[in-house]
């Protein structure tokens, strides 16, 4: 029996040795809106203990008219080969009279140790009759925000840059006023109209299975030049009718023929799966092109 009560004391001993925990006010008695720190103590602690304690936002359960201010700050003070961790609050009181701060818990490693509680004694500041109920002045400086502070530091180089730009839009916008327009190329009927077959024949349409997809293309660049050269409407008019319209312009005989068979084999590869050859394909786009040059106007 003896030798178990000394282990226990024993163990009782080790335990205050390793552990401390300890709370404490600097001032447990002030006036209301003064500011005092709230302090948690461990001493004893190793270097490689876990600590948990988990820290109050705004108020303290259990602590009316207690109001925490700030963040809770926490730290490790070495002391021979131990530590002592310390955690604080700064608060205020609202309510005059006696408040108590409830006892809390920190984890250190697996043991849970019990904080003790506090008493605090919050009076009311004296008020003189003369001079009536005064506010609590407290001793806080406006801070200005970042952007505040980030243009008080940098204005310069901000002035400095946004006039270095001002002058790069004028510089350019000046400069833009004195060049000159580059003459804007008017292609005139004829000439856009041979640049619309050239650009036929470039896409080959015959070596990808776009025979009819090309005579269809090559039918309207030529309907629709003949329907401005001559001011009618051909894109709804099938070649017998398109030839009876053309017809009745007087036009030479060979360069009617010419057009009438252009836009007959058109219709043959489009609706009678004809199949002309390279030679062939490529004297279409000669003919289409003798067409253009043979019914333009002089100077177009």
């Not at 008020?127 to 009536?132: L, N, T, V």
């Amino acid at each position: 029996m003896r030798k178990g009560f000394y282990i226990v004391v024993l163990c009782l001993l080790s335990y205050v040795a390793v552990a401390q925990p300890k709370a404490y006010v600097r001032r447990n008695t002030f006036l209301l809106g003064e500011q005092t720190e709230l302090i948690y103590e461990v001493k004893g602690v190793k270097k490689t203990d876990k600590l948990s304690f988990i820290p109050k936002q705004k108020k303290i359960t259990g602590a009316k008219g207690v109001e925490i201010i700030g963040e809770f700050q926490d730290t490790l003070i070495p002391s021979g080969k131990v530590f002592t961790w310390q955690g604080s609050y700064t608060i205020t009181a609202w309510d005059s009279g006696r408040v108590t701060i409830p006892e809390t818990t920190i984890l250190v490693n697996d043991s849970v140790l019990q904080l003790n509680a506090l008493n605090l004694f919050i009076k009311t500041p004296k008020i003189k009759e003369e001079k009536g109920l005064y506010d609590i002045k407290e001793g806080f400086e406006e801070v200005p925000s970042s952007t505040s502070l980030f243009f008080q530091k940098y204005w310069g180089w901000i002035v400095g840059g946004l006039l270095l730009i001002l002058g790069i839009i004028l510089y350019f916008k000046f400069r833009k006023k004195k060049e000159k327009k580059a003459p804007e190329i008017t292609l005139s009927l004829k000439e856009a109209t041979i640049k619309e077959i050239d650009a036929l024949f470039e896409k080959r349409l015959w070596e990808h299975e776009g025979l009819k997809e090309h005579y269809f293309q090559l039918s309207l660049i030529l309907r629709t030049y003949l329907g401005k050269r001559y001011t009618l409407s051909l894109m709804d008019k099938t070649s017998y009718q398109i030839e009876v319209l053309l017809g009745q312009l007087n036009l030479h005989h060979s360069l009617q023929t010419e057009i009438n068979l252009m836009l007959n084999q058109a219709d043959l590869v489009k609706f009678a799966k004809s199949s002309p050859d390279i030679t062939e394909v490529t004297r279409s786009i000669q003919r289409a092109k003798d067409i253009v040059t043979k019914t333009s106007k002089f100077g177009e």
